[in-house]
């Protein structure tokens, strides 16, 4: 009987350090913007002025802490990240899942 407990507490320990290893926290969906969207959107999520120029946008386009984008669904801010829309790329095949969902999960928070 003893040999079966360790063999749970290991399985179990497995387990957990799998399933945090994959959890991406508010943190990590931080990071991800910093290094992949910031640039376009801004630091605050209200867009870049400077991009606004560059991509002969509206500001409007890059500001995703306005009602219309926070009005959107999850899915629908997880897909547009994932296959890209007008002129934002796609980073379906850069990012994972989790950090995609993270980022959205961040965007949310930025307008608190």
């Known amino acids: 009987m003893n040999f079966m407990k360790k063999i749970m507490v ?8 799998i399933f945090f290893s994959l959890t991406v926290t508010a943190e990590d969906g931080k990071k991800v913007y910093d290094k ?3 640039s376009c ?3 605050d999520g209200k867009g870049n ?3 606004v120029k560059m991509l002969k946008v509206d ?3 890059l500001d995703i802490v306005d009602k219309g984008t926070l009005g959107k669904s999850d899915d629908e801010l997880v897909s547009v990240t994932t296959k890209g ?3 934002m790329p796609a980073y379906g095949k850069e990012l994972r ?3 995609i969902n993270g980022v959205v999960s961040y965007i949310r928070s930025l307008a608190k």
Not at 10 to 17: A, E, G, P, R, T
């Open 10 to 17: 290991l399985l179990f320990s497995i387990i957990f350090i």
């Open 49 to 51: 002025a400077a991009m």
């Open 41 to 43: 959107h801004g630091k």
């Open 85 to 87: 829309s007008n002129k």
């Open 36 to 38: 992949k969207c910031a």
């Open 59 to 61: 500001i409007s386009l």
């Open 97 to 99: 899942d989790e950090e």
